[in-house]
């Protein structure tokens, strides 16, 4: 093969690289070798075997963008009138080629967002180029939790609701296929899925956590505890309410919680019953409360954070409550009740006292995924970073970071290499979800969010990061993702519009209407003479409703109701007495006969006839006693 033929097959190379893509400016720089001077080529005319290798490479490689480069080049080409019609033809297919990509976006575009530009993409590669809300909550959601595998997402909120979520089945609405209400009044603090997914467990503010199925149907309810027994080791339960929970990172029949009462249970999950009571050593006898606790990556340690400020870690080594449970020991005998087969620790690895400033809440406790390091959010505006092998004072730590709720959540990200915690709203002001360096806790993100933001994670295996906003009027839970960097999850959602209804649709009635038999005019029932509720009247209309004024003893009526009889309404009767009421057995009959004498009426023009032909009144003679001088009063007689 000659020098020219080596040539011409390198720059076929060439051109094939840049329609994919790999190389575009070194085609334009050989497409523009090829034209020299005034018009003239630098190459002979291919030949027909050139050709027929030219016409083995593929023209296009799907919707691959060209550089406007080829574009000003093909302009070249065709001011100086090259003769090479093979040429002339790539490269007008090539700019209609560029063309169409151009045009491409100006349509309505359906399904999921295109990929963003490297320019628009995030330096630290964090997903959080789209954004979206899931179905919202009455008020703020304050806990939150994604399952392992990454298909179901449950969120709890303060107006004692919890929703569930499935992305294999979620259309681009987000509405939630199943609302549950835990414990009627009480708001929802902790959710946490299974290891296997199977189950969640959910803690409220009262003092039973209970367990639920993967489909939101309950399984069972913690024991609760006696209140009468001072000694919080003693006690099968919590007895006050409980602050927050998780279920193991591995074992499936394991769970802790922590409670107000300042004890942490962990809990036989198959059973429903407590393994083991942890209760917390302090400086001086008292009672308080453990508002935060976490398990750490495998399980092996628990760390609590205590009303105080204090932070102490408890080494549990292996399942607790089942195989191996080291450094615990069980209750004395004289204290031991019946069926009382739980561990009692108290005694913690390690503590820090001051932690955070005391009388505020640890509303947050997360164990990073290598198990080194610690992060603990407090009330008092405070984000720490802690080294457990030198757990004495804080790596790193950052101030001013509000807290809207007693449980605002931190968490780190999958490698470890970022830390995110949730900001409350400040006054004029809306949250923000702050993104740091998991090393120094420098600030790498802020983004902004509605209401108080509380609960944060981020998935490991989605590489989406869920966080709970909202107020007392309004909350939802929101999904950070990026189209290249995320899989799955919010992505399934996205392209699934809803159908929209029409107005030919039809749905059958699931409950038929049912006629009753004696309805129909065949079997109706003349209930003029019958005192019946009729149905076909409209139920208490103020024009054919009469209520019942009841009895009464004031004036005489039809059954001796009032409004009966004609004149002897309430108010009129009131009207004449000069709103006194007279008690009937308190009148005078026969003054209230008398009062009519000598009164001339409507009656008198029949009477008047009467009045010459009444007989004279003879009064009767008493007669005398024996013992009485006086005569008596004559009566009269009527003959």
Request: with cysteine; hydrophobic share 30%.
């Amino acid at each position: 093969m000659s020098d020219s033929e080596e040539e011409e097959l390198a720059a076929l190379r060439r051109e094939r690289n840049a329609r994919l893509g790999i190389t575009q400016k070194t085609t334009v720089d050989s497409r523009k070798k090829e034209v020299q001077g005034d018009g003239q080529v630098a190459r002979e005319q291919p030949s027909t075997d050139e050709e027929a290798l030219r016409a083995m490479f593929p023209s296009s490689f799907g919707g691959v963008k060209i550089q406007s480069d080829v574009g000003v080049s093909g302009n070249a080409v065709e001011k100086d009138k090259i003769s090479n019609g093979v040429a002339r033809k790539e490269i007008e297919a090539v700019e209609d080629e560029n063309t169409e990509v151009a045009t491409a976006g100006d349509d309505d575009f359906i399904g999921p967002p295109l990929p963003v530009s490297d320019d628009e993409k995030d330096a630290w590669n964090l997903p959080v180029s789209s954004e979206v809300e899931l179905d919202a909550h009455g008020k703020a959601v304050i806990s939150l939790d994604v399952d392992h595998s990454g298909s179901r997402v449950i969120t709890g909120s303060t107006d004692y609701t919890v929703k569930i979520f499935d992305f294999n089945g979620m259309k681009s609405d987000f509405k939630a296929f199943r609302t549950i209400e835990p414990s009627e009044g009480h708001p929802v603090l902790s959710l946490s899925w299974s290891p296997t997914g199977d189950a969640f467990l959910v803690v409220t503010g009262s003092a039973q956590p209970k367990i639920f199925n993967r489909d939101g149907h309950e399984e069972g309810e913690f024991v609760r505890g006696d209140m009468y027994i001072r000694d919080m080791k003693n006690t099968k339960g919590h007895v006050t309410s409980c602050t927050g929970g998780q279920w193991h990172p591995s074992e499936k029949g394991c769970a802790i919680t922590s409670s107000a009462d300042g004890t942490i249970r962990v809990w036989d999950t198959w059973n429903m019953a407590q393994n083991t009571v942890i209760k917390p050593t302090l400086r001086k006898p008292g009672r308080v409360s453990v508002t935060a606790v976490t398990y750490n990556s495998d399980g092996k340690l628990i760390a609590g954070g205590l009303m105080d400020g204090t932070i102490q870690v408890w080494d549990v080594r292996g399942k607790v409550g089942h195989s191996s449970s080291t450094g615990m020991v069980a209750a004395s005998a004289f204290q031991r009740l019946e069926k009382q087969k739980w561990t009692i620790l108290s005694r913690a690895g390690q503590v820090v006292r001051g932690a955070h400033e005391e009388g505020n809440e640890i509303t947050s406790l997360s164990a990073s995924h290598r198990g080194q390091t610690l992060l603990s959010r407090g009330a008092d505006s405070t984000l720490k970073l802690w080294d457990l092998r030198k757990f004495k004072s804080p790596i790193a730590s950052v101030d001013n970071l509000e807290v809207g709720f007693s449980n605002a959540g931190c968490c780190f990200s999958p490698g470890d290499d970022f830390v995110l915690t949730g900001v409350g709203a400040t006054k004029g002001g809306d949250g923000y979800l702050s993104i740091f360096n998991a090393t120094d806790l420098s600030l790498v993100k802020r983004l902004g969010a509605p209401g108080n933001v509380v609960p944060v994670t981020w998935h490991p295996k989605l590489n989406q990061i869920f966080y709970g906003c909202g107020d007392r009027k309004h909350g939802a839970a929101r999904i950070l993702y990026d189209t290249d960097l995320s899989t799955s999850g919010a992505l399934l959602a996205v392209g699934r519009r809803p159908r929209t209804s029409n107005l030919s649709d039809y749905t059958a009635n699931i409950q038929p209407e049912i006629y009753n038999p004696n309805a129909l005019p065949l079997f109706k029932v003349d209930w003029k003479t019958k005192k019946r509720y009729n149905s076909d009247a409209p139920s208490r209309d103020p024009k054919l409703f009469k209520p019942d004024p009841g009895q009464a003893n004031v004036t005489r009526g039809a059954g001796g109701k009032l409004g009966t009889s004609s004149g002897s309404l309430l108010t009129q009767y009131l009207m004449k007495n000069k709103g006194a009421l007279k008690n009937p057995a308190e009148e005078d009959v026969r003054a209230s006969i008398l009062r009519h004498a000598d009164k001339e009426d409507e009656f008198q023009r029949f009477t008047d006839a009467y009045t010459k032909t009444q007989p004279t009144r003879i009064y009767a003679e008493e007669e005398e006693e024996e013992d009485d001088e006086d005569q008596g009063e004559q009566r009269p007689v009527v003959k």
